[in-house]
């Protein structure tokens, strides 16, 4: 039955035979946008990696969930930066520190949206690792497993819906389901970052949230980025441990995984569409090499289309706004 007879280009005649035939939807309503709380800014602080995304004061965290609510977003990630870092990175389960503050003011302001609490100490340790270190500057896996339960367990008190623990130490996705449980906080799902890779794209992140570790690197708890079959190992144990969605970090160069993770699992999946991968299309962008409306709707589809239920992206409040001009 081929070719005279069958012809692929006749469902791609027109707009309206093309959407019906449509097998990947982009919706705002499938995009989380990521923020950057630092409480003592006065007004928004332009990260200069990372162009329109700014730092934000509590007052400007609560007018960008007003955005998210009215662009049919319903969900932001938080990330702290505090005034005062330390060897253990206390500021992470400070009740005053900059994350609880935003998430208890939103949720104050907007209980319908859903405030992702990131669970990591990288951006409180004055050494900037995910953990405090033990005798050979190795990050401390048990020891951390007690702060970072302390750091989720605040979170939720503040008013976070989910913890998303990015740290990667082992045993944390059970260690804090413990806690929050322990704590009163049953309702409150688990987003693990099961597949996060020692990935260069984080850089401007860490620019942004200040976490560039002050020596060594991740390789010794993030994923090898050659490693496929670890990824579904490490995103098992987190399922096993309790976790309620898994996600798959950075997203573009993974969609192998996010694909083998989404049907072997089963289990709800999330991408981050991380800071390096929105530097490269801003920048592209900028000097006319992309356009970016067309490129920031392929990439997030074809995330969409290998197997995420829902995108973490940098480019949410854009994206959404031109879906509804469409
Ligand atoms: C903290 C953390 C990082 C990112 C999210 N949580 C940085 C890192 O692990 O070095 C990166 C996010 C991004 O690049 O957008 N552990």
Not at 15 to 43: C, Q, Y
Not at 223 to 245: K, S
Request: hydrophobic share 45%; net charge negative.
């Amino acid at each position: 039955m081929a070719f005279p007879l069958t012809r692929m280009r006749r469902l791609r005649r027109t707009p309206a035979l093309r959407e019906l035939v449509r097998e990947t939807r982009l919706d705002a309503g499938d995009l989380v946008l990521p923020i950057f709380v630092e409480a003592t800014l006065n007004a928004p602080e332009p990260i200069d990696s990372m162009p329109g995304i700014s730092r934000q004061p509590i007052s400007g965290a609560l007018s960008e969930a007003a955005e998210c609510l009215a662009l049919g977003i319903p969900a932001m990630l938080f990330f702290g930066i505090p005034s005062e870092k330390d060897a253990e990175g206390s500021g992470a389960w400070d009740p005053d520190g900059g994350v609880q503050q935003a998430i208890g003011a939103i949720k104050a302001a907007h209980p319908d949206l859903v405030l992702i609490a990131d669970c990591c100490l990288c951006e409180y340790t004055d050494h900037g690792h995910c953990g405090p270190l033990d005798g050979s500057r190795e990050v401390d896996n048990d020891a951390a497993l007690e702060l970072l339960a302390r750091t989720a367990v605040s979170q939720a008190a503040a008013g976070a819906d989910v913890i998303a623990p990015s740290d990667m130490m082992d045993g944390r996705v059970g260690f804090i389901r413990r806690a929050l449980d322990e704590a009163g906080y049953e309702a409150v799902a688990i987003l693990a970052y099961s597949a996060k890779f020692a990935s260069a794209f984080y850089g401007p992140f860490r620019e942004a949230a200040d976490g560039t570790p002050a020596f060594g690197d991740r390789l010794g708890y993030q994923i090898d980025p050659a490693n496929l079959r670890e990824a579904v190992r490490e995103a098992q144990l987190d399922l096993d441990e309790g976790a309620d969605a898994l996600m798959v970090k950075p997203a573009l160069p993974y969609l192998d995984v996010i694909r083998r993770i989404a049907d072997q699992t089963g289990a709800p999946v999330a991408a981050y569409n991380v800071s390096g991968e929105y530097a490269m299309v801003k920048a592209a962008a900028a000097v006319g090499a992309l356009d970016e409306q067309a490129t920031v709707f392929e990439l997030l589809t074809s995330i969409r289309r290998a197997g995420a239920d829902f995108v973490i992206t940098y480019h949410a409040k854009d994206a959404a706004r031109w879906l509804q001009k469409r």
